[in-house]
């Protein structure tokens, strides 16, 4: 079964604090990776999405890496604004191409 | 680029009454939109993924004749919430994906109260 699971589930740091988010998957055929922000009572905001093994992407304080297992989300340096819930989900092969999410990390980041 | 809105962003109505949500996307065409549901200090529910022209295909438990969509153009698609009652009080999101991209783009939520 398509699985999506992210650890820890909640992460305390201290601004400037560097750290890093995990997203395991068990996907059968991965079309893709994607990172989104979410702050309370809004939307999922976009990041990142990673198509392949070994692709990174970058945007100010983040960056996302990918493996066959897992990606990883790099906090460098954080600020408080950068509180809130990360959210990883993965996108199968299968004909229904629906995302597959983890419940996510809540991420707090103390001035 | 790829901004995605919802109207209203909050609403609050009787039990039995219907409930209209539209989501648009601004500046890009989805052939391709999803309607999601979330619970307090959970992940996303996908309800259902509509595309333009054709019927949405609902997601398993969810009711089709409760949640009636239409996606009539490439830039819209509505969520009506018939015959509300309160346990469909809930936060729900839209998505849209654009022509030959994988990467969906959410909408900033409803936040339906039924009293």
């Known amino acids: 079964e398509d699985q999506v699971t992210q650890s820890p589930e909640a992460l305390r740091l201290q601004e400037g604090e560097s750290s890093s988010l995990n997203c395991s998957y068990t996907?059968?055929?991965?079309?893709?990776l994607f990172w989104y922000r979410q702050d309370p009572g809004k939307g999922p905001e976009f990041l990142f999405t990673?198509?392949?093994?070994?692709e990174e992407k970058e945007k100010e304080r983040l960056k996302a890496t990918l493996t066959k297992k897992e990606s990883f989300l790099h906090i460098t340096a954080p600020k408080p604004e950068d509180s809130a819930t990360y959210l990883c989900?993965?996108?199968?092969?299968?004909?229904?191409?629906?995302?597959?999410w983890g419940l996510g990390t809540s991420l707090a980041v103390n001035p | 680029g790829a901004v995605v809105s919802q109207h209203p962003s909050w609403v609050i109505c009787k039990s039995g009454t219907s409930v209209k949500i539209e989501c648009r996307s601004l500046?890009?065409?989805?052939?391709?939109m999803f309607w999601y549901r979330q619970f307090p200090k959970q992940s996303l529910m996908l309800m259902a993924t509509?595309?333009?022209?054709?019927?949405?295909?609902?997601e398993q438990g969810v009711e089709k004749d409760k949640f009636l969509i239409n996606h009539a153009s490439l830039t819209l698609s509505t969520l009506t919430v018939t015959s509300a009652h309160p346990e469909d009080s809930s936060f729900y999101i839209c998505?849209?994906?654009?022509?030959?991209?994988?990467?969906?783009?959410f909408g900033p939520g409803t936040r339906l109260l039924v009293l």
């Open positions: 998505s849209a994906r654009p022509m030959g991209e994988e990467t969906q783009y």
């Open positions: 500046d890009f065409q989805a052939t391709t």
């Open positions: 509509s595309n333009e022209g054709s019927k949405a295909t609902y």
């Open positions: 996907v059968s055929g991965l079309r893709g």
């Open positions: 990673l198509y392949s093994a070994g």
């Open positions: 989900a993965a996108l199968n092969a299968g004909n229904n191409r629906k995302l597959i």
